[in-house]
């Protein structure tokens, strides 16, 4: 189907913007013009070329004439040259300048010739013949061999020829002529020429007057025929056929195109039929839209260098809006029409304006992307609104034209709205129920760690019960062995006396490892009273004093209400910690106990700046029997774990390794 001059247009400019100017083309153009007909051109063509031939055949007449004219003078002046060379022998040999005269005279009849002189073997003027005063009293040539005729620079021809005696020289003739009769005989036979090449120009005029007929009549006949059938649209029509010849072959080869057009024309024709029904029939939203202005500024951006596009637009949002309202719609179907809220689908040709919003362009910002790099499909999800002001989300898909194509993109958009909240709400799902698992997995792994450590603290139990007695008993013997060797000898020497320290330090160690152990396995119930914790902390600072190079600060809220917990309990959790602070930090430090108020309760704090606590060794910290100390058996922490739980309460740790660690133990108050 054949297109209007509109959409033939832009594509017709294209290509002459795209291909290379044929200069020969061009020249040709200028010089015959875009409104003359084949028919003069042809007439010019012929009569150019007609006078052409002419111009050259006359110039290589002119050309030879004058070699030929310019040869003979040479010869004739050379000729005359040597006679009077030898006439003048005598008049050389005897200096009779009289004789040398006479027989120069004898060249006055001869018109072409201005000058005529006999230099004796001195080169000294011996006689001229010089009507024209030019003759000079020395030669003007060297004397020599005989010199071949030349053209002066003043347009004369002279000669010079030597007049020898044997093998001796005893004189020069030197002659000039003037060439006025060559030029004045070339002159009559270019008038004579000219006259020749108006006659030719004349009758190759009138002859290809009529003969260019043979060539373009059927040209323009092929022409009308063109014309015919271009307004018409009708590529039925068929130019007339001739006999022979090449234009006969390009009249059937015009013939043979039309036919092609015409099938073409038809399945195009079909194809276009087809392609509307089913644009405008689809349930999916289609647009078809002219994007050449935005190829040709993502063209220039190339041009200037810009390789990441995608940085260059990221940085340049203002060339993205731009190019944004460079896209032109050109068609929209029934199903954008419902999709849109439009009350007919002139409301959404044009601009884009109406249904971009703001989050509309990160994407367009892609889509530039996508057409820079000459991509032909380009998918992604958006955001726009309908011409009612309700946002919708979109997937939109859209088919990009290839370089050479017509700059149209057919863009097809799905209303996924629903999909995406449906999307949403089982992703809050999934969450919800990834934290109930989470949490439930919680409530297990506790309840699991709770057994664990029940089982553990029963086995501790069972075995402290079964073992206490057996070790205290040796432990009050060794106890008592020492007190009783003190005692009877107070005066032995500091090497035994260290050895019985030893042995009584280690006794109450252990004493201590058996009654932590009865701790942990067999907790009393908690005895719980009112206290200040300000009495707490002095009573467990009293008892375990600083080590030299550990500083102490205490704050402590003076309006904090007492705690309600079993004394004896906390303060044993209270000394564990304060404990382990001063033996995390063996090079000296800082311990840092504050009390503040917490949720019907208070909170103690034991911030050291020690060596801290490794992230792995957090979870098992409170475990029984854990421990990074070289001699600790990993019950103290347990035991305070077990004590804070029993009065209500609990103990929090935080640390890093070389950063110190914070035990925070939380105590409840009377209404906890």
Not at 617 to 626: A, H, R, T
């Amino acid at each position: 189907m054949a297109m209007n001059d509109e959409e033939r247009s832009p594509t017709a400019e294209g290509r002459g913007t795209r291909d290379a100017p044929d200069s020969g083309f061009s020249f040709r153009n200028r010089f015959f013009g875009d409104r003359m007909t084949i028919r003069r051109k042809l007439v010019i063509i012929l009569v150019v070329t007609s006078m052409l031939a002419v111009l050259v055949a006359s110039s290589a007449f002119i050309v030879l004439s004058w070699f030929t004219r310019r040869q003979a003078l040479e010869r004739d002046l050379a000729s005359m040259a040597r006679a009077i060379g030898h006439n003048c022998e005598v008049a050389l040999q005897f200096y009779i300048p009289e004789d040398a005269e006479r027989i120069l005279a004898t060249v006055e009849a001869r018109p072409a010739i201005v000058l005529a002189c006999v230099y004796d073997a001195d080169g000294q003027l011996l006689a001229a013949y010089d009507p024209e005063a030019r003759a000079t009293s020395a030669l003007p040539l060297e004397a020599g061999p005989e010199v071949e005729p030349h053209q002066h620079p003043a347009g004369l021809l002279h000669v010079s020829h030597p007049v020898l005696l044997g093998n001796r020289q005893i004189g020069t003739v030197y002659m000039e002529a003037d060439m006025r009769e060559i030029w004045a005989e070339m002159g009559r036979d270019s008038l004579m020429l000219a006259g020749v090449a108006l006659l030719a120009l004349i009758g190759s005029y009138l002859l290809s007057s009529r003969l260019q007929g043979l060539i373009s009549d059927p040209i323009l006949a092929l022409a009308a025929t063109a014309r015919t059938i271009s307004e018409a649209e009708d590529y039925s029509v068929r130019a007339d056929r001739l006999a022979g010849g090449e234009m006969a072959t390009l009249v059937e080869a015009f013939n043979r195109m039309l036919e092609a057009i015409e099938v073409r024309d038809g399945a195009l024709l079909v194809s276009q039929k087809r392609y509307q029904a089913m644009f405008h029939t689809a349930e999916v939203s289609l647009w078809e839209q002219d994007i050449s202005e935005v190829q040709r500024m993502m063209r220039e951006l190339s041009s200037q260098g810009v390789s990441d596009f995608r940085d260059y637009l990221e940085e340049h949002p203002d060339f993205v809006a731009r190019a944004a309202g460079q896209v032109r719609v050109v068609d929209v179907n029934a199903a954008t029409v419902k999709m849109f809220d439009a009350g007919s689908k002139d409301e959404l040709l044009g601009s884009l304006d109406r249904v971009f919003v703001p989050e509309s362009l990160p994407v367009f910002r892609e889509e530039l992307v996508a057409i820079a790099e000459g991509r032909q499909t380009f998918e992604a999800e958006a955001i726009q609104q309908t011409l009612a002001g309700r946002r919708i989300v979109v997937l939109m898909s859209m088919a990009l034209p290839r370089e050479g194509d017509l700059p149209q993109a057919i863009t097809s958009i799905m209303d996924i709205s629903e999909r995406k909240a449906t999307e949403e709400e089982l992703e809050r799902h999934r969450h919800h129920l990834e934290d109930m698992v989470a949490e439930r997995t919680e409530e297990l792994e506790n309840a699991r760690d709770a057994l664990v450590r029940q089982e553990r603290l029963a086995v501790l139990g069972q075995l402290a019960g079964g073992v206490s007695h057996e070790l205290r008993n040796p432990l009050g013997v060794i106890s008592n062995a020492v007190y009783f060797l003190r005692s009877v000898m107070p005066d032995a020497d500091d090497r035994v006396k260290e050895y019985l320290e030893i042995i009584a330090s280690e006794v109450r160690s252990s004493d201590r490892i058996v009654a932590g152990l009865l701790d942990l396995s067999r907790t009393r119930p908690a005895e719980r009273g009112d206290v200040r914790v300000a009495e707490l902390v002095a009573t467990v600072l009293e008892k375990q004093p600083p080590p030299d190079g550990i500083e102490v600060a205490t704050d402590i809220d003076p309006a904090l209400q007492p705690v309600h917990v079993d004394v004896q309990q906390i303060s044993q959790v209270l000394n564990n910690l304060v404990t382990n602070a001063y033996q995390a930090m063996p090079g000296g430090g800082t311990l840092k106990i504050k009390a503040t108020a917490a949720e019907d309760g208070a909170r103690i704090s034991f911030a050291d700046t020690g060596c801290g606590i490794p992230e792995e060794d957090m979870e098992k910290l409170f475990e029984p029997l854990f421990t990074t100390k070289a001699r600790g058996i990993g019950l103290g922490l347990s035991v305070s774990k077990n004590l804070a739980e029993v009065n209500g309460g609990s103990i929090e740790v935080e640390g890093e390794v070389d950063q110190g660690s914070t035990f925070t133990v939380v105590l409840p108050g009377r209404d906890g």
